[in-house]
């Protein structure tokens, strides 16, 4: 009986330190993300380079592989860098380069991630809803912040919806992430026309202090049509020109 | 020795979690640790670790913990009815786990990250009992 007092007491401590923390200690993840970063990157960047290479990455020592994920990770960083600024939409100087040190999804490779956590947060001007990009394409949006890091769900998650338009017949409609790496074009008029191979680009959201998405960025090519004639609209499913899954660094678009 | 190794399956579970693979791994690997361990600083560890993945997931901070010990405080009063070192049990209850994380928690294909999930936590069972533990020490159980 002794024993099943003592498990209670336990219980009821651990359930008072747990309320005590989800009340009033909720400002303290950055000091959990700082110290957790470094392994989480190395983490990542390792099942990066497993998923990249083939069958003979598995004969390698283990000191060799992870030279090869620190030079990986260096070549990736100038290579996204080199790529970024070389594109003129949006304008350099709004930008900054984040790294991501968390994508967890189902089947690392097989399945898509939902979202992203960043090495950038407040103190790097990161804003709640900042556009993140990759060239030109559009990946996703901040929706959570702490000082030093930040949570990025993609355009691709089941909580994004945005405006957008096609690049060739100039049809608009909402862009919606369906999840699981699936986009759709939804809500275009039955009068527009959808055809498969034409861009989805954003048609730009920006607010009166220039936050929000720019237009013109690339959301995806559109490789099928959903064309009802006794529905309202019509809808067709988008591909990401982008491998989310493939990616080491991003950037986030800051306001002006 | 036993709890060095304990504490490197626990980093790496929460890395592994929080990191690359959405799968309840610590929550696995604390069901694993009641079944062998049978004792109360598992409601320490779960609370600490919550804590730990709140911080990493951007949750508020306490959410998983609670979840933790609730779920341990059913799996402790649990003994009292069943014999816990089973390899069924041990999937039973990786299941009922895993269920209500990932309804709590969300999921992205919730039928196969159960199934997964319930596959691991029998794995992680089959793979500590190979290990001598004190419960198993006391009782000369290999």
Known sequence: ?256 | MDKFFLAICFFLAVMLETTVIQLPFVLLLLLVTTIFYRTEWIFIVGLILGIIIDGLTFRHLGETSLFYIIFLLFVFLYEQKFELKTVAFAALMSFVGSFFFFLVFGSQVFILQLIAATIIGSLFFLAFSRIKTPVAKKYNVE
């Open chain 1, 1 to 256: 009986m002794a024993k099943r007092q003592i498990l209670f007491l336990v219980f009821i401590f651990c359930a008072i330190v747990a309320f005590f923390t989800l009340f009033f200690i909720s400002d303290s993840r950055g000091y959990i993300q700082t110290v957790f970063s470094g392994p989480q990157t190395v983490l990542l960047h390792l099942f990066q380079i497993f998923k990249i290479s083939d069958g003979k990455t598995q004969q390698e020592n283990k000191a060799l592989t992870l030279e090869l994920a620190k030079m990986n990770l260096i070549k990736a960083d100038n290579a996204s860098l080199h790529d970024q600024f070389l594109t003129s939409n949006p304008p350099n100087k709004n930008l900054l380069p984040a790294q991501i040190v968390g994508m967890p999804s189902f089947l690392p490779g097989i399945s898509m991630p939902e979202g992203y956590i960043l090495h950038a947060g407040k103190k790097e001007k990161v804003f709640i809803n900042a556009p993140i990009i990759y060239k030109d394409n559009l990946i996703g949006k901040v929706v959570n912040l702490e000082d030093h890091f930040s949570k990025v769900i993609l355009v691709s998650n089941k909580n994004m919806s945005f405006s957008g338009k096609t690049t060739d017949t100039g049809a608009t409609g909402i862009i919606k992430g369906t999840g699981n790496g699936t986009i759709i074009f939804d809500n275009v008029l039955l009068s527009d026309t959808l055809k498969v191979g034409d861009i989805v680009v954003t048609s730009g959201e920006v607010d009166i202090n220039g936050k929000g998405f720019p237009p013109d960025l690339v959301v995806g090519k559109i490789t099928s049509v959903e064309k009802n004639p006794s529905s309202l609209f019509q809808r067709a499913s988008v591909a990401s020109l982008i491998n989310f899954s493939k990616l080491t660094n991003v950037f986030v678009l800051l306001s002006d």
